[in-house]
């Protein structure tokens, strides 16, 4: 397994390049099940959970060209092809297949999909969607999903998701795009890669009503077209490098931004301290002199930061504020309300000298601040492995960060970023 090795104690400082959102390359790849043609994808992330999605495509038929580290052109082939069952384990992504695969194939067989390990992530909601179109979804004893339309074809109709997942949004979001008719879903997730999926479709040749909002309105098409789209930013990784910055006392550049995506995750950076400033159309500025203080409630209290769906403050970035909010001065209350298990990280946290108390599996509370000391610690999913290589950079000493493909499955080149941030980092085997 490989791992990092962190020498704390420096500033991040300089200029770092966002790439591409991870959650919106997923469900755009998988979209390109839905036409025959070419589809161009640029600002693809050159990430593990991308070239797994990749390698699933081929296994479907799909012919795939890599045209530079950032951009492919795909072009669906049979859709017939057996998926390799440890494929769609590695990743959670996998799941996405289901919509484009249905609207093209009538029937659909899948192996439970993978991914983080970060509590009860059900498949209730993307059942409940794909029936509310004509499909009958079952699960056999050893976990496989069935899924098949109950008359040749799916129908267009009036679809209420009973919770705002991403991943079931965007899965009806494509079987709705060859459905016969309009489909309209309502409690729809809006999260920014939710929209880049919508524009891509609306590029294939579907018209989507909606975008950005809780309640889309799909017109079925016959077929679609391919497109040229470029993914958008990854606001969590904008997010993570925020924190880093902020974290560390130093002062960076960040470019490629869509500073439209930023506006909860500013008020959730300012609540513990941390201030950034826009430095033209795609790039932000976090400087070196923050106010580094805890935020307290208008009436004295302590103040809480939760997550909730877009355009709520996002569930990725709360272990990122958990470890900044132990370099501020103050106290505050971690509530996560989306995941079960997001929040055992923080033992690592403690290991390593912060003061905090879990006070269940969904809240915490960071008293600050607190000389953080090296550790030997392991990655538990992605955001939380991130937040530990926050922590080693702020601590005193050297840090080993174990199960490093966790982080790596959601950040491209993270350990070149650092390093050209004058960070003393390391990647061994």
């Known amino acids: 397994m490989s791992e990092y090795r962190i020498i704390g104690g420096k500033a991040a400082s300089g200029e770092v390049q966002i790439s591409g959102n991870k959650n919106s390359a997923l469900p755009c790849l998988a979209a390109t099940l839905l036409t025959d043609e070419p589809v161009h994808l640029l600002n693809v992330p050159d990430i593990e959970d991308v070239q797994v999605m990749l390698e699933l495509l081929q296994d479907l038929g799909s012919t795939v060209v890599r045209e530079d580290t950032h951009s492919y052109t795909i072009t669906t082939g049979s859709r017939s092809g057996l998926l390799k069952r440890n494929l769609v384990e590695a990743i959670r992504g996998s799941i996405l297949l289901l919509g484009p695969l249905l609207a093209t194939n009538d029937e659909v067989r899948l192996t439970p999909p993978g991914g983080d390990v970060i509590g009860l992530r059900r498949l209730d909601t993307h059942f409940m969607g794909l029936a509310s179109l004509g499909a009958d979804c079952t699960i056999s004893e050893d976990g496989e999903i069935h899924i098949k339309t109950k008359n040749g074809a799916l129908i267009g109709s009036d679809v209420f998701l009973d919770e705002a997942s991403v991943t079931a949004t965007e ?249 050209a941030l004058g960070l003393e980092i390391e990647r061994s085997e």
């Open 171 to 419: 899965n009806v979001l494509m079987a709705a795009a060859l459905a016969r008719g309009e489909s309209i879903i309502s409690n729809a997730a809006s999260e920014p890669h939710v929209q880049d999926l919508c524009s891509m479709l609306q590029l294939m040749g579907c018209p989507i009503e909606g975008i950005g909002s809780n309640r889309l309105r799909i017109t079925g098409q016959k077929r679609l077209n391919g497109c040229e789209f470029r993914l958008g930013s990854d606001y969590m990784e904008i997010g993570s490098f925020i924190g880093l910055a902020g974290a560390s006392g130093g002062q960076v550049l960040i470019k490629g931004v869509q500073h439209e995506h930023l506006r909860m995750i500013r008020l959730g950076f300012e609540r513990i301290g941390i201030t950034f400033v826009e430095d033209g159309p795609s790039s932000l500025l976090v400087p070196r002199k923050q106010k580094r203080i805890l935020a307290k409630e208008v009436g004295g209290h302590t103040a809480k930061i939760d997550d909730a769906p877009w355009p709520g403050f996002p569930a990725d970035l709360l272990s990122i504020i958990t470890v900044c909010a132990t370099q501020m001065e103050g106290s505050i209350l971690i509530h996560e309300k989306m995941f079960e298990s997001r929040m055992y990280f923080i033992d690592w946290l403690i290991r390593m000298g912060a003061d905090i108390i879990l006070c269940d599996p969904h809240r915490a509370v960071v008293n600050g601040p607190s000389q953080l000391f090296g550790s030997t610690v392991a990655s538990p999913d992605v955001r939380a492995g991130m937040a530990l290589v926050i922590a080693a950079v702020c601590a005193q000493g050297e840090s080993v960060i174990q199960n490093i493909y966790q982080i790596e499955r959601g950040y491209e080149d993270l350990c070149g970023k650092l390093q």
